[in-house]
């Protein structure tokens, strides 16, 4: 029994296929087709909007599918978050709608917002954004390019950011954070339900949250002088406790480990320095707790 499962086309297309290769998942598209093809049996995939993918797995289309926390909401969907997964188009980190005006509006609160004109994607999250603040405002849905329409066209716009590096461009200012989102994994009520499609969407979740948690991190392999391994077990930070096996000589050991990547150039020098030889250092795919 195949899994239909949603991919998002569009921004977070490339970051969701490289996760899911980092997951074991290989994916072929084709340039003009929504219909990728994988080398799971078990899994069927289409290609289509973020902003669409939860009305399509709340009707059935899909099994389960991958969108924003904030599409979920905006379509108000009635769907399983199964996992949230820490991701996005440029970094590893979650994304925010915010309400921004020109670096010149008297705009500084959601207050100032009272008769105003708001332009934006997420009309249901902006509306109930100012419904929050007793605030009453006219929200006209932005088909794009939202940054340009103000002041012209707009007081003031509610937008997406990683970074805030567009909008600050478009010499625009954050006023507040309307709502902070990740990237769900999320199922179909009737699909959840199911027991052998349940285990396989779970099994998914697993290995794409494995993937993110192997983000940043290395293993690292070393001999150590079984004499400085309390110095050694000093150094090294690990996930629990690093892996320690006997080697043919009694006097040393082998040493296995998994640590941030940012800090292996300052500990390799450190194990040295304590006699620690043949250091390796290799990359991870997953993570898995």
């Given at each position: 029994?195949?899994?239909?499962?949603?991919?998002?086309?569009?921004?977070?297309?490339?970051?969701?296929?490289?996760?899911?290769?980092?997951?074991?998942?290989?994916?072929?598209?084709?340039?003009?087709?929504?219909?990728?093809?994988?080398?799971?049996?078990?899994?069927?995939?289409?290609?289509?909007?973020?902003?669409?993918?939860?009305?399509?797995?709340?009707?059935?289309?899909?099994?389960?599918?991958?969108?924003?926390?904030?599409?979920?909401?905006?379509?108000?969907?009635?769907?399983?978050?199964?996992?949230?997964?820490?991701?996005?188009?440029?970094?590893?980190?979650?994304?925010?709608?915010?309400?921004?005006?020109?670096?010149?509006?008297?705009?500084?609160?959601?207050?100032?917002?009272?008769?105003?004109?708001?332009?934006?994607?997420?009309?249901?999250?902006?509306?109930?954004?100012?419904?929050?603040?007793?605030?009453?405002?006219?929200?006209?849905?932005?088909?794009?390019?939202?940054?340009?329409?103000?002041?012209?066209?707009?007081?003031?716009?509610?937008?997406?950011?990683?970074?805030?590096?567009?909008?600050?461009?478009?010499?625009?200012?954050?006023?507040?954070?309307?709502?902070?989102?990740?990237?769900?994994?999320?199922?179909?009520?009737?699909?959840?339900?199911?027991?052998?499609?349940?285990?396989?969407i779970e099994n998914i979740a697993m290995?794409?949250?494995?993937?993110?948690?192997?983000?940043?991190?290395?293993?690292?392999?070393?001999?150590?002088?079984?004499?400085?391994?309390?110095?050694?077990?000093?150094?090294?930070?690990?996930?629990?406790?690093?892996?320690?096996?006997?080697?043919?000589?009694?006097?040393?050991?082998?040493?296995?480990?998994?640590?941030?990547?940012?800090?292996?150039?300052?500990?390799?020098?450190?194990?040295?320095?304590?006699?620690?030889?043949?250091?390796?250092?290799?990359?991870?795919?997953?993570?898995?707790?």
């Open positions: 029994m195949a899994i239909k499962l949603g991919l998002p086309k569009g921004s977070l297309q490339k970051a969701t296929l490289e996760l899911f290769r980092k997951a074991g998942y290989n994916f072929s598209v084709s340039e003009r087709s929504y219909f990728p093809s994988i080398d799971d049996p078990d899994l069927e995939a289409m290609l289509i909007r973020a902003q669409e993918m939860a009305r399509y797995v709340q009707d059935g289309v899909f099994d389960c599918g991958l969108t924003g926390h904030d599409w979920v909401i905006e379509n108000s969907a009635d769907v399983v978050e199964v996992a949230a997964l820490v991701y996005a188009k440029c970094s590893m980190r979650p994304v925010r709608w915010v309400l921004a005006a020109p670096e010149e509006s008297e705009i500084n609160s959601a207050k100032d917002l009272q008769g105003k004109k708001i332009a934006t994607e997420v009309v249901n999250i902006a509306q109930r954004y100012l419904e929050t603040h007793g605030v009453t405002a006219d929200v006209e849905f932005s088909w794009g390019a939202t940054e340009a329409k103000v002041p012209e066209l707009a007081d003031a716009i509610i937008e997406v950011t990683e970074t805030g590096s567009s909008l600050r461009a478009n010499k625009l200012k954050i006023v507040d954070t309307v709502l902070e989102s990740t990237t769900r994994l999320i199922a179909n009520k009737a699909s959840w339900e199911n027991p052998a499609k349940r285990e396989k290995m794409l949250k494995g993937a993110i948690d192997a983000e940043g991190k290395v293993g690292i392999k070393l001999n150590v002088p079984r004499k400085n391994m309390e110095e050694i077990m000093a150094i090294l930070p690990a996930m629990k406790n690093p892996t320690v096996n006997d080697l043919h000589d009694p006097d040393w050991v082998a040493v296995e480990t998994v640590m941030d990547e940012d800090v292996v150039r300052k500990i390799i020098p450190e194990l040295k320095k304590f006699g620690g030889r043949d250091i390796i250092e290799y990359p991870l795919n997953k993570v898995i707790a």
